[in-house]
Structure formats: C-alpha cells, structure tokens
C-alpha cells in the first residue's frame, strides 16, 4: 500500500464523507441554503491544510445542510442511498477508513473516477463536469 504523508501544519483533523471527494470537482457554488454553500466554501479553503479521514457518514461539508439530522432526513431512504454511493466509492478507490490523508493524495485516488458516471441518482449531477 502507497505510504501517504501528513500534513505539517492543519486545522485539525478533517471528517469528509466518501462521495464528497467527487462532489469538491465540480462544487459551482450551489446548495441546499446559504448557510451550505458557505460552509461548503470554507470547507474548500481548509481542505489542503488538514489531515483528512473519509468516512461514509455525515462529515464537515453535511454540518450546515438543512437534511442534517445526525444522518442525511432529505428523503426516507437518502441516507441509505448516500452510504452506498460512500461505500461505493471507497471500494473503488481503494480508500482505507483508518488511515489519515492529505487531500492531495485523495485526489489522486480518485481521479480516474467520473463523478457523471458514477453517481447515477445524484441530485446535483447536472453540475457535473467530469
């Protein structure tokens, strides 16, 4: 397995759910409310600066989503759906839960992948570029 390096100087330890690796891409600026797309934006600007550990749970992006219930409450079902498209994604990047990684690295390990193709039931895959 690639040896990843850690970030000299963070934040602090960032929690990004799975699937939000392909959502950064294309990320236009629009969301849920205001107050998630603000978010979203500082969110971007601390991401080269922290130790990020991916998880397939509500993460720092989900924090100011109206949906955030402690798991996503936009539909009966979405945060079931949104697990599989987590798992789904840290399956084929071959994303290890335990290990800590730069965003750097995580970019790279999904870099193949296109998030048009891959996220079929995407609310937002309109915005898609790749």
């Known amino acids: 397995m690639k040896e990843f390096k850690k970030a000299i100087i963070f934040f602090k330890d960032m929690l990004l ?59 009966k079902d979405s945060e079931m759906k949104t697990r599989k498209f987590d798992d789904r994604l840290i399956k084929t990047a071959n994303i ?3 290990e800590e990684y730069l965003y750097e690295d995580l970019k790279e390990l999904v870099k193949h992948i296109k998030a048009r193709d891959f996220c079929n039931d995407c609310e937002w895959k309109s915005l898609c570029t790749d």
């Open 17 to 75: 759910r799975a699937h939000h690796l392909l959502c950064i891409r294309n990320f236009k600026g629009k969301g849920y409310s205001p107050e998630f797309v603000r978010n979203y934006y500082e969110v971007l600007g601390r991401l080269t600066k922290a130790n990020i550990k991916i998880v397939n749970s509500v993460d720092v992006i989900c924090e100011k989503c109206p949906h955030n219930k402690g798991v996503c409450k936009k539909e």
């Open 96 to 98: 290890d839960l335990d």
